[in-house]
């Protein structure tokens, strides 16, 4: 008797906490991992806003004139509100990534919930805004989770990740991103280093190739585009 629960267990875990990520990630289902297929990119940042690097990193984005998509962590939202609301008067977007940076499949549906709902509501209520888009943190989800954010939100990806979260030697994350670059690209790169896995001073490499990045993106014919001027 005890097996057949064990089984059980084991077969409710995996619709729960693996099958939402591989219908996602693996199937592509309900996630945008591109945008239309034109000479466009996004520019994303994940897991900011970070008292040491997202103000550096909007003033590189802000002398090349390219506006991003950041996927926010509420709990950072708060703690810097100048940040986002730099965000929103330059013209970025700011969306959702988790109330913290946990990983979700494991999470109780209660807590996974929150994660979500917690993100988007703060935004609204403190920064006026109606996120629309919710990238999970670590890009996994779970069942509740996958329901519960397709009824209020679009689940985004990305097409383009290239490691950034490790300090590389210089030069490199630019050059895999550039060549990788293609039509409704999604790029993802990261403006903390507090993120478990995350290296210390990583951001300061994402931060020095934005000059060059968006010159060698608009030099190939692309120009940049906000996730919510594509949908
Ligand atoms: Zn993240």
Known sequence: MWRWMVVAAFVLLCLYALVPNLLTRLCRLWA????????????TFDDGPDAKYTGRLLDALKAVGVRATFFVVGQKALAHPDLIRRMIAEGHQVEVHGWTHAFVPLLPPGRTLRQFRRTTDALGRTFCLRPRFYRPTWGALNAVTLCAALRT???VTWSIMVGDWRVQPPGQVLQRVVERLHPGAIIV???SDETLGA????PEQVIALIPELARRVR???YSFRTLDEWY
């Open 32 to 43: 945008l991992r591109t945008g239309p297929v034109r000479r466009e990119v996004a520019l």
């Open 153 to 155: 939100h679009r689940l």
């Open 189 to 191: 790169l990261h403006d």
């Open 199 to 202: 290296e210390a001073g990583a």
């Open 219 to 221: 030099a190939s014919g």
